[in-house]
């Protein structure tokens, strides 16, 4: 029979007892009513962040077009005719 690959349980370097006491101090600090609605905010957050980023790439994309044509056109007007 084929094992399957462990998987890392690792998360930035903590170990699967330092996430679950990070957890239980999570709890008793905010309790559990509050945890979701802080994993809903964090989760937006994260979801946003990424839609700008995106954005942001992608505005960054036309620019880099519009300059590589001019590069070109220079390139080519600065070429002497080819003789024959």
């Known amino acids: 029979m084929a094992s399957l690959p462990s998987l890392p349980l690792a998360f930035m370097g903590l170990g699967p007892t330092e996430l679950i006491v990070i957890l239980i101090i999570l709890l008793v600090l905010f309790g ?3 945890l979701p609605g802080l994993a809903k905010g964090l989760g937006q ?3 946003e962040f990424k839609k700008a980023s995106k954005e942001e790439q992608e505005a960054e ?6 300059e590589a044509p001019k ?3 220079a390139a080519t007007a600065a070429k002497p005719p080819a003789a024959s």
């Not at 994309?61 to 519009?66: F, G, I, L, R």
């Open 61 to 66: 994309k036309p620019a880099v077009v519009a």
């Open 71 to 73: 590069k070109e056109a």
């Open 32 to 34: 559990g009513s509050k």
């Open 45 to 47: 957050s994260i979801k």
